[in-house]
């Protein structure tokens, strides 16, 4: 069973599974954009 979120009279379910994976990409996401500054910062000099 994932979190209930009540917002009013609405009650919503949160896929855990669905959402860790979502943050793991989100975390790769930006990993490699850091990379890709670090890279860049390093061909410059």
Known sequence: ???L???GNSVYE???T???KKE???R???KEEQEK???Y???RF
């Open 1 to 3: 069973m994932g979190k």
């Open 5 to 7: 979120i009540i917002d």
């Open 14 to 16: 949160v896929d855990e």
């Open 18 to 20: 669905c959402r860790r």
């Open 24 to 26: 793991e990409e989100q």
């Open 28 to 30: 790769k996401s930006q």
């Open 37 to 39: 500054k670090r890279n």
């Open 41 to 43: 910062h390093r061909q």
